[in-house]
């Protein structure tokens, strides 16, 4: 089966300072990779997505991902964070095996502070 | 545009009730998917509805149950509840089934509490 591992609960980062949210994945066939961010009492929101083409994803409020086949990796980066960056991200895969449904990561929980 | 709207935003309910939860789309998306969200298990996929259709279930005991409708608007019921039922119930919407578009657009959620 698919799936998507976050090995972070949560990152701690300076304002300013460039974040990274980890993300590996494991699937059967090409991998359909997402990023979806969740603010406090609201649902989740489309960051980016790999499909196929370029290892450099760039998306929405600045982030991008870099996906690396070799490492099985698909992490979110931002090269200066805010403050208002901290929620929880969420990595998804697309499991083609089971109806195209998104599957999910446990989340990360990313504080960004002053 | 509207976005995705979930109705109601907060339940109280006690063990063994049973509890309707509404999900509106945005305007002219056909699909509409479910998912329960847990602090420990993160989102558990629930099910996926398509043109009045049930096209993808989860693994989820059959307690769980939705529908929708002809105006894509879709509900999920949840009979016999238990405390481990608690959770945020979130709704996603896209133009057609998961799979051939590739953004989730998502509710606010109903916060489910089960005492």
């Known amino acids: 089966a698919q799936s998507v591992a976050q090995p972070e609960d949560q990152v701690n980062v300076a304002e300013g300072n460039p974040l990274t949210v980890k993300c590996t994945y494991s699937?059967?066939?090409?991998?359909?990779l997402f990023w979806y961010v969740q603010y406090p009492n609201r649902g989740l929101q489309f960051l980016l997505k790999?499909?196929?083409?370029?290892?450099l994803v760039k998306g929405s409020y600045g982030f991008e991902a870099e996906f690396n086949k070799s490492q099985t990796s698909f992490h979110l980066k931002k090269p200066s964070a805010l403050v208002s960056d901290s929620a929880l991200y969420f990595c998804a895969v697309r499991d083609d095996n089971q109806g195209g449904k998104l599957i999910f990561g446990q989340g990360t929980e990313l504080s960004v502070k002053p | 545009k509207a976005g995705v709207t979930q109705t109601p935003r907060y339940l109280i309910k006690t063990r063994g009730q049973q509890v309707t939860l509404s999900c509106s789309p945005i305007s002219g998306h056909r699909s509409v998917s479910w998912y329960q969200q847990t602090p420990g298990q993160g989102l558990q996929f629930l099910f996926e509805?398509?043109?009045?259709?049930?096209?993808n279930k989860g693994n989820f005991p059959g307690r769980f149950s939705g529908r929708q409708f002809s105006n894509s608007r879709s509900e999920m019921n949840v009979s016999t509840l238990e405390l481990g039922d608690s959770a945020l119930y979130l709704c996603a919407s896209s133009l057609v089934q998961q799979g051939l578009d590739e953004k989730l657009f998502f509710g606010s959620g109903t916060q489910l509490s089960v005492l």
């Open positions: 699937v059967s066939g090409n991998p359909y």
């Open positions: 790999y499909i196929t083409g370029d290892n």
């Open positions: 509805y398509f043109s009045e259709t049930q096209r």
